[in-house]
């Protein structure tokens, strides 16, 4: 959002139908922006938020305002009709239940239409940690996505999301099945999580780097053979 003027560029000079989603920290997603990128053509915008208390996320993202850029970013998307989602890396301390409530009420009172679940993975900054879940929290977040998705008490609350739920039982849809990542410099990965380098969209054959990206899967989850 630092080059919110790239990406209006580049969202104008696409071809329809192309989905652009927009993944944010919520950091300068004004009311005007929100409604420039919706103008542009926009389609959603998933805003991170790794806790539901205002200090422990600032405190997570070192930086005092993280919270409130979150909360305005949320406000401004939904304001300019842009689809809107927030987006959770759930570690070890943070998985239990009444969390993960406290979490989808704020969720809920924010008015976002689904919130996504995304396992830690050790990449990033959590290179050489140990932060994989383990069967315990993975069993917490399987019980809470289907009591929220799936029991009508919870039917005003949004839609949960949750890929390591699916990818246990069906393998991994990404590693070009149905999604494949390209990085800046244009070299495949099978996701933004699982990165090695497979072949270059701009000058190899991108069908055989397709290929190779398949073949080499992920190192967690087998690929989804569907
Ligand atoms: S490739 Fe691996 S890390 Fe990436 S989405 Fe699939 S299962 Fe997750």
């Known amino acids: 959002m630092l080059r919110v003027n790239d990406i209006i560029q580049v ?17 300068n997603l004004s009311r005007e922006n929100a409604k420039r990128l919706k103008k542009a053509g926009l389609t959603g915008v998933l805003v991170s938020l790794d806790h539901h208390e205002e200090s422990a996320h600032n405190d997570f993202r ?20 842009i689809l809107t989602g927030l987006t959770i890396c759930p570690t070890r301390e943070y998985v ?16 976002v239409a689904f919130v996504q679940i995304l396992e830690p993975k050790p990449v990033g900054h959590y290179k050489d940690k140990d932060v994989i879940l383990r069967a315990k929290e993975v069993k917490i977040l399987d019980d809470i996505f289907l009591t929220m998705n799936f029991r ?13 739920y699916y990818q246990r039982r069906v393998g991994c849809l990404a590693g070009a099945n149905r999604n494949v990542y390209v990085d800046t410099d244009g ?5 933004p999580f699982c990165q090695s380098k497979t072949g270059n969209a701009l000058s190899d054959n991108f069908a055989a780097s397709l290929q190779k990206v398949k073949e080499n899967g992920c190192h967690t989850f087998k690929n989804a053979t569907i």
Not at 11 to 27: C, I, M, Q, V
Not at 62 to 81: G, L, M, P, Q
Not at 105 to 110: C, F, G, H, N, S
Not at 187 to 191: E, I, S
């Open 152 to 164: 009508s008490y919870y039917a005003d609350y949004p839609v949960i999301s949750y890929h390591g």
């Open 96 to 111: 239990s239940s009444g969390n993960m409530e406290r979490y989808m009420k704020l969720a809920k009172e924010w008015g």
């Open 62 to 81: 070192k930086t005092k305002d993280s919270f409130a850029w979150a909360h305005e970013a949320v406000r401004n998307a939904i304001e300019a009709d």
């Open 187 to 191: 070299d495949l990965h099978a996701c």
């Open 11 to 27: 969202l104008k000079s696409s071809r329809n139908p192309t989905d652009f989603w927009l993944l944010t920290s919520g950091l």
